[in-house]
């Protein structure tokens, strides 16, 4: 059986469903790997421009399965404390494996987002909140700690160190409203208009250049590492260079916006 389902709901868009809802899509490792497969060959599909990622059933990913959390593959001969290492090898990959993508990902956060799956929405490039969802690191209530799968580095970059802070230390519950307040999602819909508010954004950024979505993208992930404003807006200024002067998109839009139509870029 897969947990993972992979749907091509528009022209352009994949849909990537974790598809376990009587465990509420935890973070079970044949969960987790089969979505890691997944996002890799959709990242390779030409034909897909914009990724939504979503849960199946209330939930939208309820971290950690405390029940069963499947078998890490090739552990043969390993102790405990290796095997820990590579469990945690497995789940951080899925989360690089979604700043790698070309393609921007979506995340529709239909429900529950806990402690994993709180990180697994915050990989994502933007992220809509059905009016059920509320988000929690989870760690730190369980005799752990709220820092895990990159939280940690994340989430002060989305919402501010302060509020960060509070939130892990807390592990409370942020709910849908207060989650759109602080930015820490874009738009909040009602939980059956969700998918069409996050394909309605997908068909916004495919009207875009492809380098141009893509080279954004890169750009703002490699701002989160910048060492300095200076440093950041010299890899800014070549990635305009680039799109610039090997296409004619610019001259596409100029003309676009002259004859009152949609630019047709041709990269």
């Excluded at 897969?2 to 709901?9: A, D, G, L, Y």
């Excluded at 469903?17 to 979505?35: G, H, K, Q, S």
Aim: glycine residues 8%.
């Amino acid at each position: 059986m897969t947990f993972v389902r992979v749907e091509q709901p528009r022209t352009g868009v994949a849909l990537v469903t974790l598809d376990r809802p009587e465990r509420m899509n935890a973070m079970a490792f044949d969960v987790m790997i089969p979505l890691r497969e997944a996002l890799e060959s959709v990242s390779r599909d030409n034909d897909v421009r914009v990724v939504v990622l979503t849960g199946a059933g209330p939930a939208f990913c309820s971290g950690a399965d405390l029940e069963d959390s499947g078998r890490v593959p090739g552990i043969e001969g390993l102790t405990l404390p290796t095997i820990a290492l590579r469990s945690m090898e497995l789940l951080d990959d899925v989360i690089l494996t979604i700043r790698r993508m070309h393609q921007p990902v979506v995340a529709a956060v239909n429900g529950p987002a806990i402690g994993g799956g709180f990180c697994l929405a915050l990989a994502c490039d933007i992220r809509l909140a059905a009016e059920p969802a509320y988000f929690r690191a989870a760690g730190i209530s369980n005799g752990l700690t709220a820092s895990e799968l990159g939280i940690s580095y994340l989430l002060p970059r989305a919402i501010g160190s302060a509020r960060a802070a509070e939130i892990m230390l807390t592990g409370r519950d942020v709910r849908a409203e207060e989650a759109e307040r602080i930015g820490l999602v874009s738009a909040l819909t009602p939980v059956e208009a969700l998918l069409e508010s996050c394909y309605d954004v997908a068909t916004r950024i495919i009207g875009f250049s492809r380098p141009g979505v893509e080279l954004t993208k890169r750009m703002l992930s490699a701002s989160l590492d910048a060492a300095s404003l200076s440093a950041h807006m010299d890899h800014e200024g070549l990635a305009q260079l680039f799109v610039r002067l090997t296409t004619r998109n610019f001259e596409e839009a100029v003309a676009a916006r002259k004859d009152k139509r949609s630019p047709d870029f041709k990269d």
